[in-house]
C-alpha cells in the first residue's frame, strides 16, 4: 500500500479495480479530488479514532462524483443515486454482502447531505466530511498545514475553486428537477439565469387537497 499523510490508500483488486474506472471515466480533477477526499476522510476517521471499513470507504470515494460522467450519468436521478447505483452494481462482482451493499450506497448517495449524514455510518460521514472539506473548506482549520499540504502536493487542486460548479453542472444541467431539495440546486441557479426551482410552499398551497 501506497501511504500518504500517514494514510494507507487500499491497493485490493477491488479498490485498484475501482480506480481504475475513475481514470478512465473521470476528469484529472474528479481524480484528484476523490483521493484528497479519501486521505482526508480517513485523517479524520484516524483522528476520532472511529472504527471504519478503509476498503469500502475507498470505493466510495472512488464512485461518489462518477454520477457526473457520460458513462454513469441517467436522464432522471440525482447525480449520488446513479453514483450509489454503479458501485452498487460495481461491489455485486466482488460478492460483497448485502450490508456491505447497502453501506457504500448511503454513502455515495449521502455524500451531499449535511444535517444527515454526519449522523449516519462512520463510512458515510467520513466521506461527507472529506467531500465537504475539500469543496467548501468546512473544518479547514482543524486539520494540520503539514498533512494538507502534504495531501495536496500529491494531488493538485487544479483550480478547483474555478472549475467545480461547472464540473458539477454538466454533470445534470441536461436533468435541473433532479435537484430539487439538494445543495445541487444552488448550482443551478447559479448556471442556469432562468432557472426556476420548485417551492416546496407553493407546493404544499396547490397540492390537490380539497381543504
Known amino acids: 500500500m501506497k501511504t500518504i499523510a500517514g494514510i494507507q490508500i487500499p491497493d485490493s483488486a477491488m479498490a485498484s479495480q475501482a480506480t481504475e474506472l475513475l481514470r478512465e ?3 484529472e480533477l474528479l ?10 476522510a480517513a485523517h479524520n476517521g484516524q483522528q476520532n479514532k472511529l472504527q471504519y471499513d478503509a476498503e469500502l470507504l475507498y470505493v466510495s470515494t472512488m464512485f ?10 441517467s436522464e432522471d436521478k440525482r447525480f449520488e443515486v446513479d453514483g450509489a447505483n454503479a458501485a452498487r452494481d460495481f461491489l455485486r462482482g466482488y460478492g460483497v454482502s448485502p ?5 457504500v450506497w448511503d454513502t455515495i448517495a449521502l455524500h451531499t447531505s449535511p444535517g444527515i449524514a454526519e449522523y449516519k455510518e462512520p463510512e458515510v460521514a467520513l466521506l461527507n466530511y472529506g467531500a465537504a472539506l475539500d469543496v ?8 494540520p498545514d503539514s498533512i494538507r499540504e502534504e495531501i495536496v502536493r500529491q494531488f493538485p487542486r487544479n483550480d478547483l475553486k474555478k472549475k467545480m460548479i461547472a464540473t458539477f453542472f454538466d454533470g445534470f444541467k441536461h436533468k435541473p428537477h433532479t435537484t430539487y431539495g439538494s445543495i445541487n440546486a444552488d448550482i443551478c441557479a447559479c448556471m442556469m439565469p432562468d432557472y426556476q426551482p420548485k417551492d416546496y410552499c407553493e407546493l404544499i398551497l396547490h397540492s390537490p387537497w380539497a381543504e
Open 25 to 27: 471515466h473521470g476528469s
Open 31 to 40: 481524480y484528484n479530488h476523490s483521493l484528497r477526499v479519501f486521505l482526508f
Open 64 to 73: 461518489h462524483d462518477l454520477g457526473l460522467t457520460p458513462h454513469y450519468r
Open 99 to 103: 450490508q456491505a451493499l447497502q453501506l
Open 136 to 143: 467548501i473548506g468546512k473544518g479547514y482549520d482543524q486539520l
